[in-house]
């Protein structure tokens, strides 16, 4: 109910009262359940972002770049459908006075599976020996949100969202990587840089439904 609203009015419009009608439930209940309206919107959005990545098809094992690679086009291909919705996401995430609930939630959600990969490979002993997994997480995620606040603004066109994301992701990991995976890393960008996206021959991002079906997003 939360995301739905969200995503018809923006942060701006949303209020408590609308959740309250809309699920015919007290407001006074729904400030005990979650203190503030900014907190009620941080759950929602982290919910249904993980509910999201959980239905993710995947044809790599986790830990991979070419899982993580997967992840980010799926993502993208998700946002490029909702843009209202995301719009109204970058507009908090990038706002000096934003409640740090949202703040928060939006960030972590996206270091969380950066980090997976980033993790993986520092315990291969493939990341150079001054980078902080961490760190890397936060600033891969950082830069991925500036490209699709770009495109939100209309500074990126929306056909320009994937790639740049795929490329400035492996572009970053490549200076951060050392042995096997940054060889393969500078392979992918290879790619990119000549052919596009589909060079890397992922998959089309699916979608598993409630009934076991797959489905494109």
């Known amino acids: 109910m939360t995301f739905e609203l969200?995503?018809?009015?923006?942060?701006?419009?949303?209020?408590?009262?609308?959740?309250?009608?809309?699920?015919?439930?007290?407001?006074?209940?729904?400030?005990?359940?979650?203190?503030?309206?900014?907190?009620?919107?941080?759950?929602?959005?982290?919910?249904?972002?993980?509910r999201f990545l959980k239905r993710i098809v995947y044809s790599s094992p986790e830990g991979t770049m070419r899982h993580n690679l997967e992840r980010l086009v799926s993502v993208s291909e998700r946002?490029?459908?909702?843009?209202?919705?995301?719009?109204?996401?970058?507009?908090?995430?990038?706002?000096?006075?934003?409640?740090?609930?949202?703040?928060?939630?939006?960030h972590d959600m996206g270091v969380a599976p950066n980090l997976i990969w980033i993790e993986s490979l520092h315990q291969r002993g493939e990341l150079q020996p001054w980078i902080d997994p961490a760190k890397l997480a936060d600033d891969v995620v950082r830069l991925e949100y500036a490209i699709i606040n770009g495109w939100c603004q209309g500074v990126i066109p929306a056909e320009e969202l994937t790639p740049r994301l795929v490329?400035?992701?492996?572009?970053?990991?490549?200076?951060?990587?050392?042995?096997?995976?940054?060889?393969?890393?500078?392979?992918?960008?290879d790619l990119v840089g000549a052919k596009g996206v589909d060079a890397l021959n992922l998959p089309r991002p699916k979608l598993q439904t409630a009934d076991g079906q797959l489905r494109e997003i």
Do not use: W
């Open 167 to 189: 490329s400035t992701c492996l572009s970053v990991m490549a200076g951060a990587t050392q042995g096997a995976a940054r060889t393969e890393i500078l392979e992918a960008l």
């Open 6 to 50: 969200v995503a018809e009015v923006g942060i701006s419009g949303f209020s408590m009262d609308d959740v309250g009608k809309r699920a015919n439930v007290a407001k006074r209940t729904l400030y005990n359940a979650f203190q503030t309206r900014e907190r009620m919107i941080a759950v929602a959005i982290g919910s249904q972002f993980n």
């Open 79 to 106: 946002d490029r459908k909702m843009p209202h919705y995301i719009a109204a996401i970058m507009a908090i995430y990038f706002s000096h006075d934003a409640d740090e609930d949202i703040r928060s939630t939006l």
